[in-house]
């Protein structure tokens, strides 16, 4: 009953003109961002902290905004992924499974109409699942040691083999190619360096985001390229070059 008091103060809080303005703007601007390959939500978020500054808001109002932002931000990175199959941030990777082929059939309103309402279905939930289940969350979190992290972990690279049936061997140099990336920094139990031959710089490791956008645009833009060179020497059925 304590949650429920909590939540109907903190709507009679939230349900304002203001709040709701802040709202609907902060989620205009995060999609913005959000489309914009290599800007996830927390560089949104980021980018927007000053503004929340100049214009002097109080603390409830500023965290409505840059929380609108995130929210916005997370729809907005699956805009690029659907459109031109480059995820705009890590949770929109899976969207390009899906939407991206949606696209090239000519659905592209659709993938972004299902999008948007999977994401605001899932968040929905997600929310009110943590509000009342968080203190339970907290002690099976603090159930987890070295086994169960190595448990899930064999179970990740476990799933590779059914997730990629197809071609067992791409789905092995994939997960290669994630280790490698994701050995290079810093280890966090003997602080020693791995893989950064001296460059200070790659100490903190490659961010994920880096990573998943320069593999997905780098391939995108060489298709692009191929194409467009083999449409240019062939040209089309009319004889109009493209």
């Known amino acids: 009953m304590d949650s429920l008091y909590a939540l109907a103060h903190g709507f009679s809080i939230a349900l304002t003109f203001q709040n709701l303005g802040l709202a609907l703007i902060g989620c205009f601007l995060g999609t913005i961002i959000g489309a914009l390959p290599g800007l996830g939500p927390s560089n949104g978020v980021a980018?927007?902290?000053?503004?929340?500054?100049?214009?002097?808001?109080?603390?409830?109002?500023?965290?409505?905004?840059?929380?609108?932002?995130?929210?916005?931000?997370?729809?907005?990175?699956?805009?690029?992924s659907i459109l031109l199959n480059i995820p705009g941030d890590e949770p929109a990777l899976m969207t390009t499974l899906d939407g991206y082929p949606m696209a090239k059939k000519g659905m592209?309103?659709?993938?972004?109409?299902?999008?948007?309402?999977?994401?605001?279905?899932?968040?929905?939930?997600a929310t009110w699942g943590l509000v009342f289940l968080a203190p339970q969350l907290v002690k099976v979190a603090l159930l987890f040691g070295p086994a169960e992290y190595f448990a899930?972990?064999?179970?990740?690279?476990?799933?590779?083999?059914?997730?990629?049936?197809?071609?067992?061997?791409?789905?092995?140099?994939?997960?290669?190619?994630?280790l490698g990336i994701a050995m290079i920094g810093v280890d966090g139990q003997t602080g020693v360096p791995r893989f950064s031959f001296g460059e200070v710089h790659l100490y903190d490791?490659?961010?994920?985001?880096?990573?998943?956008?320069?593999?997905?645009?780098?391939?995108?833009?060489?298709?692009?390229?191929?194409?467009?060179?083999?449409?240019?020497?062939?040209?089309?059925?009319?004889?109009?070059?493209?």
């Not at 972990?153 to 994939?174: C, D």
């Not at 593999?215 to 070059?241: C, M, N, P």
């Open 47 to 80: 980018i927007l902290i000053p503004l929340a500054f100049t214009l002097g808001l109080p603390a409830t109002p500023a965290l409505i905004l840059l929380t609108s932002v995130y929210y916005g931000a997370m729809y907005g990175g699956r805009i690029s």
């Open 108 to 125: 592209a309103g659709e993938a972004l109409a299902l999008s948007g309402l999977a994401s605001f279905v899932g968040a929905f939930f």
């Open 152 to 178: 899930l972990f064999a179970l990740a690279f476990a799933t590779l083999g059914g997730i990629a049936s197809k071609n067992q061997a791409k789905a092995a140099l994939a997960a290669g190619l994630g």
């Open 205 to 242: 490791g490659i961010d994920f985001l880096v990573a998943i956008v320069g593999l997905f645009a780098l391939s995108e833009v060489f298709i692009f390229l191929e194409h467009r060179g083999t449409a240019k020497a062939t040209g089309d059925a009319s004889g109009v070059k493209l």
